[in-house]
C-alpha cells in the first residue's frame, strides 16, 4: 500500500525559547508551562544535587555563579532568546546586589538577556505600583526573614508574613494550605499586593480565587518567572484572571465554584 502523501502538512510550527535554570529539587515543571502561549517553549535545566535541606545554605549553593555557568552553557545548544533563573531564595539570598551579578553572569554566560524570579518580583512590584507588599512562604523563619529584608530594599514595606517552615518535599503543599497561609498574611493589613514565595510552591489555581477575595493583585514565584522572561521576547504570558497578566482581572471576579476544585 502507497504511503500518503502529508508533504503538504509542512514542518512544525516555529517556536521560540525560554531557558530555565532550577534547582535540583524543581518539581512543577508542568505549572510553569501553565503561563506558556503556544508559540513559547520551555527548555529546562537543573542544578547539580546537594545533600543540602531547603536554606539559607542551600539557597547560596544552587546560586553560586559557577553554577550558573555551566547551566546556562547547556541551554545555549538549543539556542533560547531569554534565560529564566526559577529560584526565589536562591536569587534573593545575595539582595539585590546579588541578583544583579547573577543575572549578568548568566547573560555572560548565554549571551541572551536573562532574569531571576527575585528579579522579576521587583519589576511585577513596580508594574503594579505597589509600595506595600503582604508575603507567604513555605520556609523557615531564617529564609522568611532573608525575602522580607530583600523586599525592604526595594523600599517596598511588609504588611504582614506567613510562613510554613518546611524544609522538603514544598510541592506538596495543598492549595488549601496556601489559601489559608494567604489570608493570615493579608488580614487586616492593607497591602497593595499579595506575593507567594518559592518556585516549588503550586499556586497557578489558587491566584484567580485569592485575587477575587482578598481585592488586591495576588503575585507568585512561577507567575512573576514566567511574566518576566516572556515580557523580554515581547510576548505576554497566558493565565485567566490573573491581575498581573490581565488588566481585565483587576475587576476581581467572583469565581464559579467549579473553577475552586483542587483546594483541598
Not at 180 to 187: L, T
Not at 229 to 254: D, F, H, I, K
Request: charged content about 20%.
Amino acid at each position: 500500500m502507497e504511503s500518503p502523501d502529508i508533504t503538504f502538512l509542512g514542518g512544525p510550527r516555529p517556536q521560540r525559547g525560554v531557558g530555565v535554570v532550577a534547582p535540583f529539587d524543581f518539581a512543577l515543571d508542568r505549572e510553569l508551562w501553565r503561563w506558556v502561549p503556544d508559540d513559547i517553549s520551555l527548555h529546562l535545566t537543573r542544578t547539580p544535587f546537594v545533600p543540602v535541606e531547603v536554606s539559607l545554605d542551600l539557597a547560596r549553593r544552587v546560586s553560586e555563579h559557577e553554577t550558573l555557568d555551566e547551566a546556562v552553557r547547556t541551554l545555549n545548544a538549543v539556542s533560547p532568546e531569554v534565560v529564566a533563573y526559577a529560584c526565589t531564595s536562591g536569587s534573593f539570598v545575595g539582595g539585590i546586589a546579588g541578583e544583579r551579578a547573577m543575572c549578568e553572569a548568566m547573560t555572560r554566560a548565554g549571551t541572551v538577556p536573562s532574569v531571576t524570579t527575585s528579579g522579576a518580583l521587583l519589576e511585577a512590584l513596580a508594574e503594579l505600583g505597589a509600595g506595600r507588599a503582604a508575603l507567604v512562604t513555605p520556609y523557615t523563619e531564617s529564609v522568611t526573614r532573608a525575602l522580607e529584608e530583600y523586599v525592604a530594599q526595594a523600599g517596598v514595606a511588609v504588611t504582614g508574613c506567613a510562613y510554613m517552615g518546611l524544609t522538603r518535599h514544598i510541592w506538596k503543599v495543598r492549595y488549601r494550605d496556601v489559601a489559608d497561609m494567604a489570608r493570615r498574611a493579608a488580614r487586616g493589613r492593607a497591602a497593595d499586593v499579595l506575593f507567594i514565595s518559592c518556585t516549588n510552591l503550586p499556586t497557578y489555581d489558587v491566584i484567580p480565587q485569592l485575587e477575587a477575595e482578598l481585592r488586591i493583585p495576588v503575585l507568585s514565584a512561577n507567575q512573576v518567572t514566567m511574566w518576566a522572561a516572556l515580557r523580554r521576547l515581547g510576548t505576554r504570558a497566558v493565565g485567566p484572571y490573573q491581575a498581573l497578566l490581565e488588566e481585565s482581572a483587576r475587576e476581581w471576579p467572583v469565581l464559579p465554584e467549579e473553577q475552586q476544585e483542587g483546594w483541598t
